[in-house]
């Protein structure tokens, strides 16, 4: 019984199997090779590619397209015809905290003279002392107030659009760790 039941599947198995035989392949095959022989390839050939001329900028002497040069000309030209009522006077001589940008001061204190307060900067190394209405930074700020925890300062910059505009900002007392080099 179960040598009937084994060989009976395997038989079915092969007798499928033999169905699918080559005799239909040398059909086909034959058909392939016909058809081959009768059709005629046709493709268009492709164009010849157009030569690229690169484009020579004949003026040498003006400022590139791409340039960032050109914008600062373009706002310092808009800064020049400003009729902002915040347009600082740039024919004035600056003072020397001036060339100086303010994120390199440091406030480290106040001291009293004659009852005119003076707040101590230090850049680098080296101790300054400011009033009220000194200038300091490199955007024409100056000192509106002088506080023991902070220098007020008032400060003229110019907007996207080129207008100039004020801005209020502090230079706080740095109190922390003290290092002796």
Known sequence: MSTKKILMPALLCATLLAGCSDSDVAEVNSWMDEVKKTTKVNVTPIS??????PFAYGVRDEVPPFDQNKLLAELARAAASSNSQFRPDLDR???????????????????????????LIQIDRNVYQVRVGARLGQNFGQVTGI?????????????????????????ELQEGKETTK
């Not at 010849?48 to 001329?53: V, Y």
């Open 48 to 53: 010849e590619p157009k030569t690229f001329i």
């Open 93 to 119: 001589r600056k003072e020397f905290l001036e060339s100086f940008p303010i994120d390199s001061m440091k406030m480290i204190g106040t001291i009293n003279k004659a009852g005119v307060s003076y707040g």
């Open 147 to 171: 506080a023991e925890s902070a220098i007020s300062l008032k400060e003229t910059v110019q907007d996207a659009g080129g207008d100039w505009v004020e801005r209020l900002s502090k230079l």
